[in-house]
């Protein structure tokens, strides 16, 4: 198994993230996940940048040789997640595009913070 995959399962298993949770966040669709994260499969490096995107870090973080996991910055989205059946394509695109605009208000807000703290240094 690769040191991304090994890494990308340790860091799923220490967060108790879902892979349903990576594959809605990526979009990657769920068997190819499994494909993937069960070493099977080997991952692209656009798998690679999809799921890193997905656990909100970047490739090279889980090509290290020793990641470090803390729980600080843990997705808290996944305590309100619940399975409601399979989504149509609408709600699908929906969701996804929910994502992306909570993601945007997750940045602005992140900007406004650093530009906030800046201001009073």
Known sequence: MS???DNVNEYLAAKKIKKTYISLKSGIEMNK???ILNAVQEA???DMEKIAYALGEKVEFFLGDN???SN???IE???VAFYA???RNEQKEFALKLIDFLENVDAVLGVEKRLLTS???
């Open 3 to 5: 040191r991304f995959i």
């Open 119 to 121: 201001y009073e240094e």
């Open 77 to 79: 989205s996944l305590d």
């Open 67 to 69: 990641i470090s996991i």
């Open 44 to 46: 692209t490096l656009s």
């Open 33 to 35: 996940l499994s494909r």
């Open 85 to 87: 059946g399979e989504p």
């Open 72 to 74: 600080s910055k843990a």
